[in-house]
């Protein structure tokens, strides 16, 4: 089962657009990462926030948490073409030796057309 | 510095045999994690190995099974294939209670 879910399920938007994606996630964690894969080839860090910060940058992205309403967004700024992904946030919860065990949401398919 | 590496890329199988999927982490890195990702959906958790044994292990029969060896590459082995394990199977290493996972390019995997 997925632990978080990605709103919208698909983004299109041009070059030079922000693009905002929502992860809602269903039980109390330790962080939350957002991760990009092109074209269903592997996945990119892109950013983690921990259960303890609210907001974090990264270039040109922009990641919030709200732990009490257990979502969390992230903005991409001035888009380019080379955004054209889908993204994904995963949730990592419980006791240190448990870290491992990402739980990924479902994504959000971006499309940036020049 | 390599990153993660997996074979094969693609792989075609018929329904009940069995494969085997390679991994060799991030230099530097211990710990190794198995994802399933059918298409159209995020990856779902497998396993998890570190210092040669299976540390976690996600909602998975026992037809998959995994090992890693002491230079802490890993091997995802799947018995008794069928239709629905068709999906790209992709290898995660990290340092052992790192946060931070980072991923090979996948095995894509098609049961016929």
């Known amino acids: 089962s997925q632990q978080g879910e990605e709103d919208p399920q698909a983004l299109s938007i041009q070059e030079g657009e922000n693009a905002t994606m929502n992860c809602s996630y269903k039980?109390?964690?330790?962080?939350l990462q957002w991760y990009r894969q092109n074209s269903g080839r592997g996945l990119v860090h892109l950013i983690l926030?921990?259960?303890?910060?609210r907001e974090k940058h990264s270039g040109r992205l922009r990641v919030t948490l709200d732990t009490s309403k257990k979502s969390s967004s992230l903005l991409i700024t001035a888009s380019r073409a080379a955004d054209t992904a889908s993204y994904f946030c995963?949730?990592?919860?419980?006791?240190?030796?448990?870290?491992?065990?990402?739980?990924f949401g479902a994504g959000t398919q971006v499309v940036v057309t020049p | 510095d390599a990153g993660v590496t997996q074979s094969p890329t693609h792989l075609i199988k018929t329904r009940g045999q069995q494969v085997t999927l390679r991994c060799s982490p991030k230099?530097?890195?211990?710990?190794v994690s198995w994802y399933q990702q059918a298409l159209g959906q995020g990856p779902q958790f497998i396993f998890q190995?570190?210092?040669?044994?299976?540390?976690q292990r996600g909602n998975f029969p026992d037809r998959f099974s995994g090992h890693q060896f002491p230079n802490y590459s890993s091997e995802l082995n799947v018995n008794a294939l069928l239709l629905g394990d068709s999906a790209l199977y992709l290898c995660?290493?990290?340092?052992?209670?790192?946060?931070?996972?980072?991923f090979g390019p996948g095995t894509r995997l098609l049961v016929l």
């Open positions: 995660a290493s990290s340092l052992a209670g790192g946060e931070t996972q980072y």
């Open positions: 039980t109390s964690i330790n962080n």
């Open positions: 926030i921990r259960s303890n910060e």
């Open positions: 995963a949730t990592a919860a419980g006791a240190t030796d448990s870290w491992g065990k990402l739980q």
């Open positions: 230099s530097g890195h211990d710990t």
């Open positions: 190995y570190y210092e040669e044994e299976e540390r």
